[in-house]
């Protein structure tokens, strides 16, 4: 077959049934194209030029391209490429940057069939390319100014390096063109892929696993099961409760569960190996309701029990406050699973070496955790294993889990030999963990005048066939139930119960986007009893400083949330259908866990700093900002400061979680800085040169929600948001008030703000990972039913400065926060509009939902409750 590429003619033999995106990666080596739902073609990540036209690589056979020109981002003119970069940087376009090149092509195509597009025709030329991160606001404007660029337009100036500058994100260039490698990019050489043989039920007894056809496929190098793990199989961040691998003799407890794993010559041969692996089964009843499972005759899930944590808090007396109260709510709630659809899916290389250790590169979100469990997995001491972290194409919370490390890392010391393990989209979703589907029984009693007198609420949570975070989700589900309100008495249960269904975990918001969603639609209520509006019920009950949380906390400076209040007071009522929610989300992990922050600066013979550090660069931007506390302190230009993760220097942290990166590796920066302007009085960079200067801080101070005394958090992130509506039901605008301590970055920030609101959205219309009898019945990334580019309303960020102590310049955190006041904030002003109180997410019967996602059908496929 002959084509054209990137003005090159190639002459090659594809394989069949080879798609472009294989063909482009795998035979050219060309990697900017990305691959996020192989063969789907619904996320747009492996966008190339085919004469001219955009298409989707994934979905594309090779044999189809015969004759014609292929361009990819690789040919793109050296002034094309610097333009985009240029953009999409200023702009703020990319913050993963997975999606990022595919973009930039599908632009490419636009721009060169309209000149001068409306900010209505770019999103609408986007509805085939997903991003997850931004919220799609930013990637318009990159477009916009590109556009303007062309006609002779000057794009505006980036910001400086300090803090509170608009400064470039770090290695912005490289992500917009799809220079920078994620982990299925790497390669090493003698490198083998790996794949995964998954179980066909969500709860059966294996009786026979037979590896013999897999092991005679050409090109396989080896098969594993269970039995050729030297070490321990059940791994876990918290409670070690997760198989690696099913053995013959044992059930599984979810479609996920790995029975075999494959080593291979080609990604293609592993994957045709894996499926041949034929597994003998004793089919069994899989317990998909989390009420079934905490039934006296339900079938026994874990040794321990079906039950993984119950978390209280208990203040007060609530019956007496209810027995006096003027008015009472009860009401019931749901929610549902949610996938958090990353656009980079799971992938792990291993890499062994002479001496017998290993270096993993990783995803995931926490890679001195990954370290200890693949060190347990292969029974070998932590040292003989380094973990590198790559920079993930968005997490979310999902990859705090070890998913397919520790798989790459046997088939590598098994093999010998370095072996990639990549995940397709199907596969990822099955795989990891969901967002924690919730019942949630509500009782609130306000006086006459709408102050808060009492909460009770009882919470279940699906946490599926595993522990992960679950127990910790219901933890802050409970300690964050009234809200960012004030409330004397309170009677909090929440209960994590194992399932066959997926397990859940952490995901953006960490059980307080569904506790929030119940306690700001019984607030709603009350407000209409007493006769006030959502505004002035929310203003009376607010939090502030030395007022005390739900779990009875008493705040300390930095509580802004009356401040976010009145930023939107005249937006709100000023609107003929508009709902207002507020929200509050703990920074730091807190109640009574030790959290540190640990950094070092080193100077290099260059000039140069190299910023070692602990956290997950996902897409928030944590390395861009780490960067600009060290170039405020030290005085330096950002782009003289490189930034790396890796375990071959112990700074180890714990997960990159609770919105806590930027104050506790904020506040190490400044501790190293510190160190490192000492030494240099009276010397330069380049004489301190190999030096390692450690910041290190420790917060060891916070309790447990049963506490005499609560400190349960370090600090918190407080937010107002007001979802208005037109005429037709539709949101047309969604203000978002947040208090952020201090915007070290405000282009970064506005991004963090905007994407969690349009995942906040999809929580609240349209977004349900639904699974029927413990199968997943969503296994496209287009049937999650993400809210497209066209669906996105318009976003005004509100930034609110109130700093916190305990934060480097006064910041905090604000990635979760962002979104857990929307759903109920889109509740109530749905309500405003027709006056129906939806208590049960996502609210597909909305018109609000038909306006954003055209396809959504019907309401969601119920599952058992």
């Known amino acids: 077959m002959q084509l054209t590429v990137n003005g090159r003619p190639v002459d090659l033999e594809p394989r069949d049934g080879q798609s472009l995106l294989e063909l482009l990666r795998e035979e050219l080596e060309l990697r900017s194209m990305k691959d996020g739902c192989a063969p789907e073609g619904s996320c747009g990540a492996c966008t190339v030029l085919v004469d001219g036209r955009a298409v989707v690589s994934c979905a594309q056979k090779a044999t189809r391209v015969e004759g014609r020109h292929v361009v990819t981002q690789e040919g793109l003119s050296p002034e094309t490429r610097k333009l985009w970069a240029d953009c999409f940087g200023v702009a703020g376009a990319s913050q993963c940057g997975f999606c990022s090149p595919g973009i930039v092509m599908k632009s490419e195509a636009l721009l060169a069939k309209n000149p001068t597009p409306a900010r209505a025709e770019i999103a609408h030329a986007l509805l085939g390319n997903l991003c997850r991160c ?21 794009l505006p100036e980036p910001g400086g390096d300090g803090v509170g500058e608009r400064a470039l994100r770090y290695r912005a260039d490289e992500l917009a063109l799809g220079d920078k490698p994620f982990v299925a990019d790497l390669r090493e050489p003698g490198m083998l892929h790996g794949a995964l043989r998954s179980s066909d039920h969500p709860r059966a007894r294996v009786l026979r696993i037979d590896t013999a056809k897999a092991k005679a496929y050409p090109g396989v190098i080896d098969v594993l099961t269970a039995a050729d793990v030297p070490g321990k199989r059940m791994l876990g961040s918290l409670k070690q409760d997760w198989r690696q691998l099913v053995a013959v003799g044992e059930t ?37 309701s989390p009420f079934t499972a905490l039934a006296a005759d339900a079938p026994l899930l874990h040794e321990d029990g079906n039950v993984l944590s119950t978390s209280t808090v208990k203040r007060g007396d609530v019956d007496t406050a209810l027995a006096s109260a003027a008015h009472v709510v009860n009401r019931s709630f749901r929610t549902q699973f949610i996938e958090h659809a990353f656009l980079e ?38 040292e003989r294993v380094r973990v590198t972290q790559v920079s993930s194409g968005g997490a979310f919370g999902a990859k705090e889990d070890l998913n397919v490390q520790g798989h790459a890392a046997l088939l590598a010391v098994k093999t010998r030999r370095p072996v990639l393990l990549a995940l397709s989209r199907k596969e990822s979703l099955s795989f990891h963990a969901k967002r924690h589907a919730m019942w949630l029984d509500y009782t609130a009693a306000c006086d006459a005048n709408g102050r808060l007198l009492a909460v009770r609420a009882r919470i279940v949570g699906d946490t599926g066939a595993y522990a992960s975070v679950g127990d910790k989700v219901l933890e802050r589900a409970a300690g964050h139930a009234c809200s960012a309100y004030g409330v004397d008495n309170v009677d909090v249960e929440a209960t994590a119960v194992y399932t066959n269904n997926p397990p859940c975990g952490a995901m953006r918001g960490f059980g307080v986007n569904q506790s929030n969603f119940a306690m700001e639609g019984v607030l709603d209520e009350l407000a209409e009893l007493v006769g006030i509006d959502g505004w002035e019920i929310r203003w009376r009950n607010a939090l502030d400083t030395g007022d005390r949380t739900t779990t009875g906390q008493r705040l300390g400076p930095g509580v802004g949330l009356k401040r976010t209040l009145l930023a939107v007071q005249d937006a709100y009522r000023g609107a003929a259908f508009a709902g207002i929610a507020c929200g509050l989300k703990n920074t730091g992990i807190g109640n009574g866990v030790p959290e540190h922050g640990r950094v070092i600066l080193r100077p290099e013979p260059d000039g140069t700093i190299t910023l070692y550090h602990s956290w997950t660069e996902m897409g928030q931007g944590v390395h861009t900002v780490l960067r600009q506390i060290a170039s405020e302190e030290l005085g330096v230009p950002a782009e003289t400061i490189r930034v790396l993760v890796d375990t071959e220097r112990e700074l180890e942290t714990g997960q990159t979680t609770a919105s806590r990166s930027t104050v506790l590796g904020g506040n190490a920066v400044v ?7 000492e030494a240099l009085d009276g010397h330069t960079l380049e004489e301190l040169a190999g030096r390692e200067f450690l910041g290190e801080i420790l917060i060891d101070w916070t309790t447990p929600n049963d506490a005499a005394e609560p400190i349960t958090h370090l600090a918190y992130g407080w937010a107002t948001q007001v979802v208005l509506l037109d005429g037709e039901g539709r949101i047309e605008k969604v203000i978002a008030a947040h208090d952020v301590g201090r915007a070290i970055n405000p282009t970064l920030l506005e991004g963090q703000i905007e994407g969690a609101v349009h995942m906040g959205l999809g929580q609240a219309l349209s977004e349900e990972y639904v699974v029927d009898g413990g199968f997943p019945v969503t296994q496209t990334l287009k049937s999650l039913h993400i809210i497209p580019p066209t669906g996105m309303p318009e976003v005004e960020v509100l930034m609110i400065e109130e700093p916190q102590p305990e934060g480097p310049f006064g910041a905090k955190g604000v990635g979760e926060a962002a979104l857990v ?5 889109t509740a109530a002003a749905l309500y405003a509009f027709d006056g129906i109180r939806r208590t049960e997410l996502p609210m597909k019967d909305s018109p609000a939902a038909r306006a954003a996602v055209p396809h959504l059908v019907g309401r969601r496929e119920q599952v058992t409750t």
Do not use: C, M, N
């Open 134 to 154: 931004t919220g799609y606001v930013k990637i318009i404007d990159a477009v916009q100014l590109a556009a303007g660029a062309r006609r002779g337009e000057p």
């Open 252 to 288: 599984t407890s979810y479609v996920g569960d790995v029975i075999a794993a494959v080593a291979a010559e080609t990604r293609h041969a592993a994957r045709e190996a894996a499926a041949l692996v034929e597994v003998e089964y004793e089919v069994l009843e899989p317990v998909t």
């Open 345 to 382: 899916p799971e992938a792990a290389l291993a890499v062994p070496a002479d001496d017998g250790t290993l270096r993993v590169y990783s995803q995931g979100q926490g890679v001195w955790d990954d370290r200890r469990q693949i060190a347990q997995f292969l029974a070998v001491p932590d």
């Open 671 to 677: 501790a190293a800085a510190r160190k490192l302007l």
């Open 821 to 825: 006041p929307t759903a109920a904030a």
